[in-house]
């Protein structure tokens, strides 16, 4: 083994959640886009999250027993997801928000788990030996983009997991792939809502390192693993939904 790659999984995802709970916690405490040092410090270490996020998406599909039911549980999360990122939403108006589009808004309709879900999907297509033409695949991979662009992060959390997908054990082109999806995403969040934030998004770069480090391990105890593994899925509608409340209440 390496002697770099010191962080397994368990890991890895600990970090993730750290750094999102981080980035979430900003955008109660500093609504908008504040430009002061703080809330920008905040969000940069919350940039972290998604590659990580897509990277082990790409790994559960290269390890799993059964892909059906993993895509099952994926999309079962992200419709649990999407009531939990609505209700944190600073959006929030009443129970219609949780319905797509009722007020007009196209972008950030639901959670990232939707796009993430809908990759993994992409990543199935993509080495489907069922779809033998190109050009049905690269159909099918643009309308999973069109479906799963109104959502956190776009559809290029979509595209980043199949990135990592298909180039799985080349790294140094997981990443380049990764960075320009993200460049796209950045430059359209420039113009379209907010220049210093669009830049920002640009920080992923920060996950590098991290997932560089990653030993291709779970973890050396298999009831932590187990627990880490819906601890992963858990978290993120919980910590959003405690999030909601918070603003409910005060």
């Given at each position: 083994?390496?002697?770099?790659?010191?962080?397994?999984?368990?890991?890895?995802?600990?970090?993730?959640?750290?750094a999102m709970t981080i980035?979430?916690?900003?955008?109660?405490?500093?609504p908008g886009y504040p430009?002061?040092?703080?809330?920008?410090?905040?969000?940069?270490?919350?940039?972290?999250?998604?590659?990580?996020?897509?990277?082990?998406?790409?790994?559960?599909?290269?390890?799993?027993?059964?892909?059906?039911?993993?895509?099952?549980?994926?999309?079962?999360?992200?419709?649990?997801?999407?009531?939990?990122?609505?209700?944190?939403?600073?959006?929030?108006?009443?129970?219609?928000?949780?319905?797509?589009?009722?007020?007009?808004?196209?972008?950030?309709?639901?959670?990232?788990?939707?796009?993430?879900?809908?990759?993994?999907?992409?990543?199935?297509?993509?080495?489907?030996?069922?779809?033998?033409?190109?050009?049905?695949?690269?159909?099918?991979?643009?309308?999973?983009?069109?479906?799963?662009?109104?959502?956190?992060?776009?559809?290029?959390?979509?595209?980043?997991?199949?990135?990592?997908?298909?180039?799985?054990?080349?790294?140094?082109?997981?990443?380049?792939?990764?960075?320009?999806?993200?460049?796209?995403?950045?430059?359209?969040?420039f113009f379209a809502i907010?220049?210093?934030?669009?830049?920002?998004?640009?920080?992923?770069?920060?996950?590098?390192?991290?997932?560089?480090?990653?030993?291709?391990?779970?973890?050396?105890?298999?009831?932590?693993?187990?627990?880490?593994?819906?601890?992963?899925?858990?978290?993120?509608?919980?910590?959003?939904?405690?999030?909601?409340?918070?603003?409910?209440?005060?």
């Amino acid at each position: 083994m390496n002697s770099r790659k010191t962080l397994n999984a368990n890991q890895v995802k600990l970090i993730a959640i750290l750094a999102m709970t981080i980035d979430h916690i900003a955008w109660m405490l500093f609504p908008g886009y504040p430009k002061a040092p703080l809330p920008i410090l905040m969000h940069l270490v919350g940039r972290i999250t998604c590659p990580v996020m897509c990277y082990f998406i790409a790994e559960g599909y290269h390890y799993t027993r059964d892909i059906k039911k993993y895509t099952a549980r994926l999309f079962a999360f992200s419709v649990i997801s999407h009531f939990a990122y609505v209700f944190a939403s600073m959006d929030f108006v009443d129970w219609r928000s949780f319905i797509p589009f009722y007020y007009g808004s196209v972008l950030n309709q639901t959670s990232v788990m939707w796009p993430l879900a809908w990759g993994l999907v992409m990543l199935r297509v993509e080495n489907s030996r069922k779809i033998g033409s190109g050009a049905v695949k690269a159909i099918l991979i643009i309308l999973i983009c069109a479906i799963s662009f109104p959502s956190d992060w776009s559809c290029v959390a979509s595209l980043c997991v199949l990135a990592f997908g298909t180039n799985r054990g080349k790294f140094k082109s997981q990443m380049l792939w990764m960075g320009f999806y993200v460049a796209i995403y950045a430059t359209v969040y420039f113009f379209a809502i907010d220049r210093v934030y669009g830049i920002l998004q640009m920080a992923v770069i920060l996950s590098v390192p991290i997932l560089a480090s990653y030993n291709g391990e779970r973890g050396k105890n298999q009831r932590t693993n187990t627990w880490m593994k819906w601890m992963f899925y858990l978290y993120y509608p919980l910590h959003l939904f405690v999030i909601g409340i918070i603003q409910a209440v005060r």
